[in-house]
């Protein structure tokens, strides 16, 4: 018997219906939807690599699975819809997810080929499959390796995360958190891309910061990937919302005008060692392109950069 598309509905991890494509397949339903690009598939680790994900009915319980694979769907559309960007590749490339990875894991990645979800510990994490922001942020570094491809350490690698971030908050458009969902520990985010200095970045001990001047230098983390990326969060931040920051005034364009500029500043004009000085240039040239040179969208990049102090 052919498999063949169906629609189906699950649970997520804090108890959310939600609706997906799954498909029909040999009488039973898995996690594997057809309908986008090549395929959009959810894996159970909890025995081994890559295993399918099988209901019986089309109700499927398993809450990790039901938000990994309903996250990675919209982001998916995220991309087509937003830029007309078919996956990861922009060539249909299969968007795989592994929900249920290592033992209690308090962390998620992109591995160069497919995304991964610890269930956390229940203390400092919930499953973090429940983040979309979470899924979106995995899924952009697959777009960024296909694309500016940042080297992953130091500045280039704190602009490979911030991206991660950037598209992460555009699909999660509610607020400018990242993880705000799936926190054990009583802590607001992960990250605030409005305020970075709002959070304790973990390995430091000190707040994100939300100025070049106070950049770590260290070697902890490639260089501070996670940490220096709120450099950028925050001039993106300013880019959409607007706002004073260290006596510079930002008058903010909006997030669809900013997530255009981010797109094509990363496909056109950012390579694998890019910098934070390229950055800003990047989005000059790309926010001319869309807007105008003389536009608002232009004034407010510049604007950005110079209130987080990269020239
Ligand atoms: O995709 C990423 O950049 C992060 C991937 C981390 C990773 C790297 C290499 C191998 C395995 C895992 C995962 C996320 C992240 O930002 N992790 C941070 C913060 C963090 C999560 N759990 C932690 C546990 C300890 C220390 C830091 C963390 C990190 O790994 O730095 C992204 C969104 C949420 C989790
Ligand atoms: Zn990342």
């Known amino acids: 018997n052919t498999a063949h598309d169906v629609t189906a509905f699950g649970t997520g991890v804090f ?6 494509e799954a498909q029909a ?13 090549d395929g959009v598939v959810t894996y159970d680790n909890t025995t081994g690599t890559n295993l399918d994900v099988f209901s019986l009915n089309k109700m499927f319980k398993d809450g990790s699975a ?9 982001t998916y559309d995220y991309y087509q819809d937003t830029f007309g960007r078919d996956s990861v590749d922009d060539n249909g490339q299969v968007l795989i997810s592994a929900v249920h990875v290592g033992n209690n894991w308090n962390n998620a990645s992109w591995n160069g080929r497919q995304m991964s979800y610890g269930d956390g510990d229940g203390l400092r994490f919930h499953p973090l499959a429940a983040g979309l922001d979470v899924a979106a ?31 992460g908050a555009m699909v999660d458009r509610d607020d400018w958190l990242i993880g705000e969902n799936i926190m054990a520990d009583g802590t607001l985010a ?5 305020d970075p200095t709002d959070l304790i970045e973990r390995r430091t001990e000190a707040p994100y910061p939300d100025h070049w001047s106070k950049r770590y230098t260290g070697t902890l983390d490639n260089g501070g990937v996670h940490i220096n990326s709120s450099i950028n969060n925050k001039a993106a931040y300013l880019i959409s919302e607007g706002g004073d920051h260290f006596d510079v005034a930002v008058n903010g364009i909006g997030r669809d005008k900013t997530e255009q500029i981010y797109y094509r ?20 040239q790309a926010a001319g392109d869309l807007y105008g040179s003389d536009s608002d969208a232009v004034a407010a990049v510049e604007q950005a950069y110079s209130a987080v102090g990269v020239y």
């Open 25 to 37: 397949f040999e009488g039973k339903f898995r996690l594997f939807d057809v309908t986008r690009g």
């Open 66 to 74: 039901v938000d990994a694979h309903a996250n990675a769907q919209i």
């Open 137 to 167: 942020h995995e899924m952009s570094h697959g777009v960024v390796q296909h694309t500016a491809n940042l080297i992953y350490r130091g500045e280039s690698g704190a602009l490979n995360e911030s991206f991660a971030d950037i598209f």
């Open 190 to 194: 992960l990250r605030s891309m409005e």
């Open 15 to 20: 108890g959310d219906r939600k609706m997906f």
């Open 265 to 284: 500043a990363l496909s056109l004009y950012l390579t694998r060692s890019s910098d934070f000085s390229m950055m800003r240039e990047a989005a000059i």
